[in-house]
């Protein structure tokens, strides 16, 4: 059976580290070509190394995904390298909870700069050459806090309300161009999220490579197929508000 991927090219964000890493490494073995971005140098380069074993091309482009000019730098070097950009998966994110007065105003303009400002940016940068192309498949990763909310997570919910409602409004836009904008919302996933270690969190948490199966599934749907959203949990747990 052939590489599902083969003869792509995708953009990950976030990439050095839990869903982003865990993703790469799946689209490298199914033959895509990657460009992974993060702001994590030295994991970057790691994972660059770890996804050419695999026999596709890897290029790493370390920056800020929250300053509108290295964003732009880091999106030309990547069609530069590749020619055209036809999966991008956003999975950069930054969290932070806690009771609504005791989290600092810089921990909302943080979580709004990386979680919506960032996601806004890297689009904005590589939405023209998919016009352009008439192809094209965004896949922006969201939570469960993107659909409904919790105590002490105020923050992070408007940040991520932000994102189900923008990538709405973008599937609707883009899709006569024949881009498909996708939405995942998952929760509890066994990564390093808010600095806690995957072994600290309830093991029934999903691991980070079956998130990366479903973000393959989405991008491979056959023919016509359009999945635009997904919830997922773990299957133990699908009605409780999990940390993710």
Not at 26 to 47: M, P, V
Not at 107 to 121: K, P, S, T
Not at 138 to 163: D, P
Request: charged share 20%.
């Amino acid at each position: 059976m052939g590489k599902k991927l083969q003869g792509k090219t995708a953009l990950i964000t976030g990439a050095s580290g839990g869903m982003g890493t865990a993703t790469a490494q799946l689209f490298a073995r199914e033959g895509a070509d990657l460009c992974l971005i993060d702001i994590r140098e030295k994991e970057l380069s790691d994972l660059v190394h770890q996804c050419k074993a695999q026999g596709i091309k890897a290029f790493a482009v370390a920056g800020d995904l929250t300053d509108k000019m290295e964003v732009e730098r880091m999106a030309k070097e990547c069609l530069s390298a590749f020619g055209n950009i036809d999966i991008l998966i956003n999975a950069a994110g930054y969290g932070k909870y806690g009771p609504f007065p005791e989290i600092p105003i810089e921990e909302w303009d943080r979580m709004w700069a990386i979680n919506v400002r960032g996601m806004v940016l890297v689009m904005q940068a590589l939405v023209p050459s998919m016009i352009a192309s008439k192809s094209g498949h965004i896949v922006n990763i969201a939570s469960q806090h993107g659909l409904r909310t919790s105590a002490n997570a105020s923050a992070y919910c408007a940040t991520k309300f932000a994102v189900t409602g923008l990538t709405d409004a973008l599937s609707i836009e883009l899709w006569k161009y024949g881009i498909k904008v996708s939405l995942v919302c998952p929760g509890g996933v066994l990564t390093s999220f808010m600095g806690v270690p995957p072994e600290q969190k309830p093991q029934t948490f999903l691991e980070a490579e079956e998130l990366a199966e479903v973000l393959l599934d989405i991008v491979t749907a056959p023919g016509k197929a359009f999945i635009k959203q997904v919830f997922l949990v773990p299957k133990d747990r699908p009605f409780t508000v999990l940390e993710v």
